[in-house]
């Protein structure tokens, strides 16, 4: 049997690869800045996040079976609140005057200009 070159390779000539220095806390990361400044700087970054989604949502853990009762009672109240809200007609039509006539509502609403006047004023002469 004959030994092919691929199944026993050569040993390498060459130095081993020296191996990379230890991570320490002094360790320069990027920008000239050591690993405890990144580190240090992530922390704070993520802790005032939380710290602003926390009074942006309210979302206090309430620690007593009273505050847990009346957090509920809280919400129970304010969803009948919008739900009776809902069958609220819409302001102009609990403003509308029965009998009102739609002719003049409209006279109310436009600006009389001068030709409007004029036009008025000869009808009013003419059935005089």
Same mark, same amino acid.
């Given at each position: 049997?004959?030994?092919?070159?691929?199944?026993?390779?050569?040993?390498?000539?060459?130095?081993?690869?020296?191996?990379?220095?230890?991570?320490?806390?002094?360790?320069?990361?990027?920008?000239?800045?050591?690993?405890?400044?990144?580190?240090?700087?992530?922390?704070?970054?993520?802790?005032?996040?939380?710290?602003?989604?926390?009074?942006?949502?309210?979302?206090?853990?309430?620690?007593?079976?009273?505050?847990?009762?009346?957090?509920?009672?809280?919400? *129970?109240?304010? @969803?009948?609140?919008? $739900?009776?809200?809902? +069958? %609220?007609?819409?302001?102009? #039509?609990?403003? !509308?005057?029965?009998?009102?006539? *739609?002719?003049? @509502?409209?006279?109310? $609403?436009?600006?009389? +200009? %001068?030709?409007?006047?004029? #036009?008025?004023? !000869?009808?009013?002469?003419?059935? *005089?």
């Amino acid at each position: 049997m004959a030994h092919s070159p691929l199944s026993h390779p050569q040993p390498s000539t060459a130095p081993p690869k020296p191996k990379p220095p230890p991570l320490t806390k002094e360790t320069v990361v990027f920008w000239d800045m050591r690993l405890w400044h990144v580190v240090g700087i992530f922390s704070l970054f993520v802790l005032s996040i939380i710290i602003t989604l926390c009074c942006v949502f309210n979302c206090r853990v309430p620690r007593t079976r009273k505050e847990i009762e009346a957090r509920y009672l809280q919400r *129970k109240a304010a @969803k009948m609140y919008t $739900d009776k809200l809902e +069958t %609220v007609p819409p302001l102009n #039509e609990l403003t !509308e005057v029965p009998g009102d006539d *739609k002719k003049k @509502k409209k006279k109310k $609403d436009s600006v009389d +200009t %001068v030709a409007i006047k004029v #036009e008025e004023d !000869e009808k009013n002469e003419a059935k *005089k």
